[in-house]
């Protein structure tokens, strides 16, 4: 029986004599307070506006308040609502338990402050039951998205989403938001490869999905900020940073059976090859990375040439344009692969403007030198170049592969 028509027949039948088609997860970890009420308004709506069987799990991680007593009120005396505990934390720990235990063929989860609308639900797991995409995900950077919250959340998340495009080319707009649905018979094939067990789950398992040639479907939401939000932004970046080197890694070495996963979804032809570009991530980065080394030594040894009858600031403007003009048109053949005139001048001009956000992080940087010590020597003046640089490289190659080759790479 296909997953179309296992929903048709739910639909068409009581409730208590199907089972789940949806099972929405709650993760949560000493939320004794907020678990009540949120329950209680998500299995309201689910009564009253979904039009399948559904399920709500709870999934307790490691409580240490009364919150698994609470959940477990709230499963005795409403339909439909149960309870996992588990003996560790993490959010990416407790789908992969819920989820893989689940007999439910549309699986969802939500963070438990229901700061998405929940209007949103029926829009995100529909498409799933109809078979016409594989993942759903909510997007609070779409367009037709409403959010409420603060600027600097807002920075962190589109920072967070393009460093994701620019180091592992993902095309899904918002890879954390608590709102996401997958199909069972998807969730079984990736969830075994998900290293994750923690905020980095999300991201993971999408990027797997991507390269996997599935169908990711995005619901622009309307989105409050919930401002008691307990994440640890700073732990949450560095694990979502090395979570990133260590997927971007895997998939340079494949060390992830993508092909195998492709064919088995029967999306091994979906792969499509940009002529006259380098194929894959990973070769783009090692060309860009060399084209990168060879104009920083070309670059300090023109500053250090020019410093003999300039001050510091001018030999390192004349260093860094001279460089920059040459690094596009090197990155522009060598690493994405365009070839003629075409657009050239065009590229050129973008690339000045990425010139000029790396002219400011580098003359930033000896300004800031400069007034910390009257009389740097020239070799911490290079020092704090060297670093400038580096920062301005990383910047570099989002640019280019974002902005000004976008479309010749994706």
């Given at each position: 029986?296909?997953l179309t028509?296992y929903?048709?027949?739910?639909?068409s039948s009581?409730q208590?004599?199907?089972?789940?088609?949806l099972?929405?997860?709650?993760p949560v970890?000493?939320?004794?307070?907020?678990?009540?009420?949120?329950?209680?308004?998500?299995?309201e709506?689910?009564?009253?506006?979904?039009?399948?069987?559904?399920?709500?799990?709870?999934?307790d991680?490691?409580?240490?308040?009364?919150?698994?007593?609470?959940a477990?009120?709230?499963?005795?005396k409403?339909?439909?609502?149960?309870?996992?505990h588990?003996?560790a934390?993490?959010r990416?720990?407790?789908l992969?338990?819920?989820?893989g235990?689940?007999?439910a063929?549309?699986?969802?989860?939500?963070?438990?402050?229901?700061?998405?609308d929940?209007?949103a639900?029926l829009?995100?797991?529909?498409p799933?039951i109809s078979?016409?995409s594989?993942?759903?995900?909510?997007?609070?950077?779409?367009?037709?998205a409403?959010?409420?919250r603060?600027l600097?959340r807002?920075?962190?998340?589109?920072?967070?989403?393009?460093?994701?495009?620019g180091?592992?080319?993902?095309?899904?707009?918002?890879a954390?938001?608590?709102?996401?649905?997958?199909?069972?018979?998807v969730a079984?094939?990736?969830l075994?490869?998900?290293q994750d067990?923690?905020w980095?789950?999300?991201?993971?398992?999408?990027?797997?999905?991507?390269?996997s040639?599935?169908?990711?479907?995005?619901?622009?939401?309307?989105?409050v900020?919930?401002?008691?939000?307990?994440?640890?932004i700073l732990?949450?970046?560095?694990?979502?940073?090395r979570g990133?080197?260590?997927v971007?890694r895997?998939l340079?070495?494949?060390?992830?059976?993508?092909?195998?996963?492709?064919?088995e979804?029967?999306?091994?032809?979906?792969?499509v090859?940009?002529?006259?570009?380098?194929r894959g991530?990973?070769?783009?980065?090692?060309?860009f990375?060399?084209i990168?080394?060879?104009?920083?030594?070309?670059y300090?040894?023109?500053?250090s040439?020019?410093r003999?009858?300039?001050?510091?600031?001018a030999?390192?403007?004349?260093?860094?344009?001279a460089?920059?003009?040459?690094?596009?048109?090197?990155?522009?053949?060598?690493?994405?692969?365009?070839?003629?005139?075409r657009d050239?001048a065009?590229?050129q001009?973008?690339?000045?403007?990425?010139?000029?956000l790396?002219?400011?992080?580098?003359?930033?940087?000896?300004?800031?030198?400069?007034?910390a010590t009257a009389?740097?020597?020239?070799s911490a003046?290079l020092?704090?170049?060297?670093a400038?640089?580096?920062?301005?490289?990383v910047?570099?190659?989002?640019?280019?592969?974002?902005?000004?080759?976008?479309?010749r790479?994706t």
């Amino acid at each position: 029986m296909t997953l179309t028509t296992y929903a048709a027949d739910a639909l068409s039948s009581p409730q208590p004599a199907r089972a789940a088609v949806l099972d929405v997860v709650v993760p949560v970890h000493n939320e004794e307070v907020d678990l009540g009420p949120c329950v209680r308004r998500l299995h309201e709506h689910l009564s009253t506006s979904f039009p399948y069987p559904f399920r709500v799990t709870i999934a307790d991680n490691a409580s240490t308040d009364a919150t698994l007593a609470v959940a477990h009120d709230l499963a005795e005396k409403l339909d439909g609502v149960r309870v996992t505990h588990l003996a560790a934390k993490g959010r990416g720990l407790a789908l992969r338990e819920v989820w893989g235990a689940s007999d439910a063929p549309v699986l969802a989860y939500m963070d438990v402050d229901l700061s998405t609308d929940l209007a949103a639900l029926l829009p995100l797991v529909a498409p799933l039951i109809s078979g016409h995409s594989d993942v759903a995900i909510g997007t609070r950077l779409a367009r037709g998205a409403r959010v409420v919250r603060g600027l600097k959340r807002e920075a962190i998340s589109r920072g967070y989403n393009l460093l994701l495009r620019g180091t592992l080319a993902v095309r899904f707009s918002d890879a954390q938001c608590g709102f996401k649905a997958i199909r069972k018979d998807v969730a079984e094939r990736l969830l075994p490869l998900v290293q994750d067990s923690g905020w980095f789950f999300d991201t993971e398992l999408l990027v797997l999905a991507q390269r996997s040639g599935l169908r990711i479907h995005e619901v622009p939401v309307d989105w409050v900020d919930d401002p008691d939000s307990r994440v640890d932004i700073l732990s949450t970046a560095i694990a979502d940073l090395r979570g990133i080197v260590r997927v971007g890694r895997a998939l340079a070495t494949s060390a992830l059976p993508i092909a195998e996963l492709r064919r088995e979804f029967g999306r091994a032809s979906t792969a499509v090859a940009v002529p006259g570009v380098p194929r894959g991530l990973p070769r783009q980065m090692l060309r860009f990375a060399a084209i990168g080394v060879v104009s920083t030594l070309a670059y300090l040894g023109l500053f250090s040439l020019l410093r003999h009858g300039m001050d510091a600031q001018a030999a390192n403007l004349v260093a860094l344009l001279a460089t920059a003009i040459a690094n596009t048109a090197a990155n522009r053949r060598l690493t994405f692969g365009i070839t003629g005139r075409r657009d050239a001048a065009k590229h050129q001009l973008q690339g000045l403007f990425v010139f000029a956000l790396g002219l400011g992080l580098t003359s930033g940087s000896l300004a800031a030198l400069h007034a910390a010590t009257a009389s740097p020597p020239r070799s911490a003046e290079l020092a704090v170049l060297v670093a400038a640089n580096l920062a301005a490289t990383v910047l570099r190659f989002v640019l280019l592969r974002l902005w000004l080759f976008h479309r010749r790479t994706t």
